[in-house]
Structure formats: C-alpha cells, structure tokens
C-alpha cells in the first residue's frame, strides 16, 4: 500500500490549489481515503475523506471551500481547495485504512473525516503555504 501526495505549494490568500493522493497497491474503488493537515507542532486534523463508494465529508471548517473527488480509473483522488485563507497552511496527507468496503457495507457510504486514528496507512505529506 502506498501513497503519494502532490501538488502542494504557495499561494495567495484566497487563491486556490489542487493536490493529488495518486494510490498503489489497492484500488481506491474499494477503500476510504482521508485528508489530514498538520501544522508543525500542532495535532493532525482531519479535512475531508471520500468512501469507497464516492461519498465524501467534510469538516466544518473547510465545508463550502474544499472538494474531493477521485478518478478510479487513475486511483488517484483530487482535494481541490480553494478561497484559502493563511489558516490553511500545514503539511496536507492522505491516508486510508487496512480494510474494504464493498456495497453490501455500511462504510461503502460513509468515511471518518475527522479521526486520524481510524487511518492505518499514511502518505508523505505535500506542504501547501497560504500567504496574506
């Protein structure tokens, strides 16, 4: 299982990013994928996550800025942020966890976006840089 995290970089307040989490080793049809942040010397929150089946979450406080989507066919998910504010710089991961869910499943539809604990297997982060 592996994971790689892309695209980060500095903008400007207001200004908009879009990161990669390009999956191996498992298909991400099949499996829950979270975002995380995290400012040095602070705890990792949680952003978003998107379910097996494609249903995504957001926390409160990226709801209405922040989107996930994912190609499949790419196992590849897309976090597009935008309207950031300085508050938004931190190192962005992604992450999943060690077990499937298929359709028959209650977490084929739902995903944890704000528990870090409930992730078992982590990328290297890309750090995104909000200037005012």
């Known amino acids: 299982v592996q994971l790689q995290a892309s695209g980060g970089g500095l903008v400007q307040a207001g200004g908009s990013l879009r990161l990669s989490c390009a999956a191996s080793?498992?298909?991400?049809?099949?499996?829950?994928i979270g975002w995380f942040r995290q400012v040095p010397g602070k705890k990792r929150e949680g952003a978003s996550c998107?379910?097996?089946?494609?249903?995504?979450y957001y926390v409160d406080s990226v709801k209405g800025r922040f989107t996930i989507s994912r190609d499949v066919a790419k196992n590849t998910v897309y976090p597009q942020m935008n309207n950031l504010e300085p508050e938004d710089t931190a190192v962005y991961y992604c992450?999943?966890?060690?077990?499937?869910?298929?359709?028959?499943?209650?977490?084929?539809?739902?995903?944890?976006?704000?528990?870090?604990?409930?992730?078992?297997?982590w990328g290297q982060g890309t750090l995104v840089t909000v200037s005012s």
């Open positions: 992450a999943t966890q060690e077990r499937a869910y298929n359709s028959g499943s209650y977490y084929y539809n739902w995903c944890p976006a704000a528990s870090s604990f409930e992730y078992d297997y």
């Open positions: 080793g498992f298909s991400i049809g099949d499996y829950t």
């Open positions: 998107i379910s097996a089946g494609g249903r995504t």
